[in-house]
């Protein structure tokens, strides 16, 4: 089976600390992962994704983040968090020709 | 703008009706999407046509829906005999090729009274 977790409906960080978004998945086959971004009334944005290659995937917006193959694991991170950051993300997997879509996190960057 | 456009952006029906939305995708993209998302959800995948080929339907996709895409470039996706249960964001994406990334489109709220 596919599947993508988010176990976090909601993260709260405050602005100028670090940030993580977990993500956790189970694919069949490689693993093509994806982080888009989600704010109000505006159409998913591609953050990043991992297809092969290096572990840290570095993104958009001083986005990144980290494949774990042994934890399957795809954690989204920031350094430091910026207010304009606080949207809905959402983690995804390709398998076959079919993308999973994880439930998604609401972040809030508190100023 | 060259982005992904979808059209209409909201369409309010009742129960009963059919509808019929449309999305014109980046130019030169011969993979394009259809998803449906709910309130407090990530996208769900519906189906997936390769120029003018639909390779996936997902088993979420009644009878009662139907995607074409007869020229390889824009989409439109019919919901017959609409339900409540369909009330949702219907979202396009279009992509270059398998496994490059997914650019979406603002999407379409269909609300069935």
């Known amino acids: 089976a596919q599947s993508v977790a988010q176990p976090e409906d909601q993260v709260n960080v405050a602005e100028g600390n670090p940030l993580t978004v977990k993500c956790t998945y189970s694919v069949s086959g490689n693993p093509y992962l994806f982080w888009y971004v989600q704010y109000p009334n505006r159409g998913l944005q591609f953050l990043l994704k991992y297809i092969t290659g290096d572990n840290l995937v570095k993104g958009s917006y001083g986005f990144e983040a980290e494949f774990n193959k042994s934890q399957t694991s795809f954690h989204l991170k920031k350094p430091s968090a910026l207010v304009s950051d606080s949207a809905l993300y959402f983690c995804a997997v390709r398998d076959d020709n079919q993308f999973y879509f994880g439930t998604g996190t609401s972040l809030t960057v508190i100023p | 703008d060259t982005g992904v456009s979808q059209n209409p952006r909201h369409k309010i029906t009742k129960r009963g009706q059919n509808v019929t939305f449309r999305c014109d995708p980046i130019s030169e993209h011969n993979r394009l999407y259809w998803y449906r998302q709910t309130l407090g959800q990530g996208p769900e995948f519906l189906t997936y046509?390769?120029?003018?080929?639909?390779?996936?339907k997902s088993r979420l996709l009644s009878d009662r829906f139907s995607a074409e895409r007869p020229k390889g470039s824009f989409s439109t996706l019919e919901i017959q005999r609409t339900e409540q249960g369909d009330s949702a964001m219907y979202l396009c994406a279009s992509s270059p090729e398998v496994v490059a990334t997914q650019y979406f489109g603002p999407g379409t709220r269909l609300t069935v009274l």
């Open positions: 046509f390769q120029n003018e080929a639909q390779l996936e």
